[in-house]
């Protein structure tokens, strides 16, 4: 499994980034696929996951209406739309597989700094 991260970058308060992750060597469409972050001095959490199909979606409380997770799965891609982006919304953001056995995988990260 490989999962590489693309997208991130600084960005001011209330702008947008769209994260990307490409995903090769698995059967991407039987994944569920997952964006976590993690900010200095806290643990990882979910921000945002997607059915193997794209039928169903969930997102973290403190994401919602603001980021939207989508997959291509032609293209083995995911993204992670973010808009009104936050300065709390700093953070290592990565890409995770899980698939039907339930073993995750994980991506390297992409670094999202939200600041004035």
């Known amino acids: 499994v490989q999962l590489v991260e693309s997208g991130g970058g600084l960005v001011q308060p209330g702008g947008s980034l769209r994260l990307s992750c490409a995903a090769s060597r698995f059967t991407f469409s039987r994944y569920v696929m997952s964006w976590y972050r993690q900010a200095p001095g806290k643990e990882r959490e979910l921000v945002a996951s997607?059915?193997?199909?794209?039928?169903?979606?969930n997102y973290a409380d403190s994401v919602k209406g603001r980021f939207t997770i989508s997959r291509d799965n032609p293209k083995n891609t995911i993204y992670l739309q973010m808009n009104s982006l936050k300065p709390e919304d700093t953070a290592v953001y990565y890409c995770?597989?899980?698939?039907?056995?339930?073993?995750?995988?994980w991506g390297q990260g992409t670094q999202v700094t939200v600041s004035s």
């Open positions: 995770n597989a899980r698939g039907p056995d339930g073993v995750p995988y």
């Open positions: 997607i059915s193997s199909t794209g039928g169903r979606t």
